[in-house]
């Protein structure tokens, strides 16, 4: 069913990028790819206003540590986001977070937040709030179904980061991931915009077996400028 869904939403994202349905995937990413290598080669990170310049909204996400890759949105519901690489790895984002992991062909893990967390905007986290929320994990590549887990989200305050090839200062909120089963702790982390609450980087990981997901923002989905950019 996870495969099948994937398929599914990805002939859509062809659909909505005007391709016709002959046409390949691979003809879909090598255009958007012109376009970002193009810019690249003029200067790399890119700018602010080169990335905006991108025909698709488009996060710059590392994989376990791993060569920076650009992802593409695919997928836009409510406040979901659905994000393809060239590779055809993916996941599925909600208000910043990474709520779904896929590879080439299934799905690896899947979150089913409490109400409370899922009602709980990272945009609305303050300096010293501290909220502990519980919540399940289900590890599909592994069949582990309701794994119990917590996550303690603390709003940490302001931290430079390197974004758009600028030191910007961005609010940074923590949440601490604890699954006693599998005897796992990580802290996922996320820097914002506290004038818009925009998320614009996030490092996370949801499990043993789940790949740490590092992302920044090139061009977001919605119409929101950077405090940190000048008008």
């Known amino acids: 069913m996870a495969a099948m869904k994937h398929t599914l939403l990805f002939l859509l994202l062809l659909l909505a990028a ?19 290598l193009a810019i690249k080669e003029q200067q790399n990170p890119l700018t602010w206003q080169q990335g905006q310049s991108l025909p ?48 080439v062909s299934s799905e690896i893990s899947s979150i089913r937040p409490s109400p409370i967390w899922q009602n709980l ?23 582990r179904i309701d794994v119990k887990a917590s996550v303690r989200i603390q ?7 390197q974004l758009f090839g600028k030191s910007v200062r961005l609010f940074r909120v923590s949440e601490q991931l604890t699954i006693p089963s599998m005897n796992f702790s990580y802290t996922n982390y996320y820097w914002k915009d506290v004038s818009t609450g925009f998320i614009w980087e996030s490092i996370q990981k ?23 950019i000048a008008p």
């Open 18 to 36: 005007g391709c016709s349905t002959n046409q390949s995937e691979k003809s879909y990413f090598d255009n958007f790819y012109e376009t970002y």
């Open 56 to 103: 698709y909204a488009s996060i710059r996400t590392m994989v376990n540590d791993g060569t920076p890759v650009l992802m593409v949105l695919g997928y836009l519901v409510d406040n979901q986001q659905k994000w393809y690489s060239k590779n055809r790895f993916s996941f599925t984002s909600e208000n910043g977070r990474v709520v779904q992991v896929y590879n």
């Open 121 to 143: 905007q990272l945009a609305s986290v303050k300096l010293n709030q501290v909220i502990t929320i519980p919540m399940f994990i289900d590890f599909l590549s592994s069949k």
């Open 155 to 161: 709003g940490d305050g302001y931290e430079e980061r």
């Open 206 to 228: 949801w499990g043993p077996d789940v790949p740490k997901i590092h992302y920044q923002v090139i061009k977001p989905w919605i119409n929101t400028i950077p405090e940190f």
